[in-house]
T-cell receptor, first 109, second 112 residues
Framework: KNEVEQSPQNLTAQEGEFITINCSYS?????LHWLQQHPGGGIVSLFMLSSGKKKHGRLIATINIQEKHSSLHITASHPRDSAVYIC???????????FGKGTHLIIQP | DVKVTQSSRYLVKRTGEKVFLECVQDMDHENMFWYRQDPGLGLRLIYF???????EKGDIPEGYSVSREKKERFSLILESASTNQTSMYLC???????????FGSGTRLTVV
């Protein structure tokens, strides 16, 4: 069983919609990362969280340590938000990151 | 901004060749990582290094080795390339373990 589960795997929405991507993990963690990967492969780090909530522009990330769950929200979604969003955790017992399989988001005009 | 540069964007090699993938970061980061990304499997850690000349195996080190002779450079070596090593390879670095990561643009390697 993968230690990091994301849902949904695929999401298609209309421009302007509020988007939520979920991430659940099964191990104790020291940090959780949300990453964005555009076609062509480059990965950009969006957030690193260990508690609470962070906001950057139209992106909001939350984490609930007790429930081992994090969400990434996109407000007023735009076609340029179309990408794969990846949740990754650094567990307390290992180095490096363990990744979810990603959520493929398409925002249609 | 920290920059992580991977030497090649696309690479085609023959089975049995020795392949070097180079990664350079310009911000004095201690930690460097090599991942491979495959459809349906996500990113998986091959090797990482937390200091010069130090290396640790990740989840899938078989068939790979690494070299870190200088702090800014972390090389991934495929001793004898095989077709099952066809993949997207991503390098990443971080200042310390609990800091954010910066990723390179990736190298798409095809072994024929």
């Amino acid at each position: 069983k993968n230690e990091v589960e994301q849902s949904p795997q695929n999401l298609t929405a209309q421009e302007g919609e509020f988007i939520t991507i979920n991430c659940s993990y099964s191990v104790g963690i020291s940090a959780l990362h949300w990453l964005q990967q555009h076609p062509g492969g480059g990965i950009v780090s969006l957030f690193m969280l260990s508690s609470g909530k962070k906001k950057h522009g139209r992106l909001i990330a939350t984490i609930n340590i007790q429930e081992k769950h994090s969400s990434l929200h996109i407000t007023a979604s735009h076609p340029r938000d179309s990408a794969v969003y990846i949740c990754a955790v650094r567990s307390v017992r290992a180095d490096g990151l363990t990744f979810g399989k990603g959520t493929h988001l398409i925002i249609q005009p | 901004d920290v920059k992580v540069t991977q030497s090649s964007r696309y690479l085609v090699k023959r089975t049995g060749e020795k392949v070097f993938l180079e990664c350079v970061q310009d911000m004095d980061h201690e930690n460097m990582f090599w991942y491979r990304q495959d459809p349906g499997l996500g990113l998986r850690l091959i090797y990482f290094s937390y200091d010069v000349k130090m290396k640790e195996k990740g989840d899938i080190p078989e068939g790979y080795s690494v070299s870190r002779e200088k702090k800014e450079r972390f090389s991934l070596i495929l001793e004898s390339a095989s077709t099952n090593q066809t993949s997207m390879y991503l390098c990443a670095s971080s200042f310390r373990i609990l800091y954010g990561y910066t990723f390179g643009s990736g190298t798409r390697l095809t072994v024929v």
